[in-house]
């Protein structure tokens, strides 16, 4: 299986995990100092693109 075939099952994962999650669910911290489920998919997310604008160099 290719990476970029890996990644999109993962993504696909990730999206059906997180389906129906309520924006306050998304949002919330689970301690003090530790990112909400939202900031850890808007990083996955960035750092995806950063790759992908690396790979296609």
Request: proline share 2%.
């Amino acid at each position: 299986m290719r990476g970029d075939a890996i990644n999109e099952n993962i993504r696909e994962e990730l999206l059906i995990a997180v389906k129906g999650l309520s924006d306050e669910q998304l949002d919330a911290h689970p301690e003090e100092g530790r990112w909400s489920i939202i900031q850890v998919l808007d990083h996955l997310y960035l750092m995806g693109e950063g790759h992908n604008k690396e790979y296609c160099r």
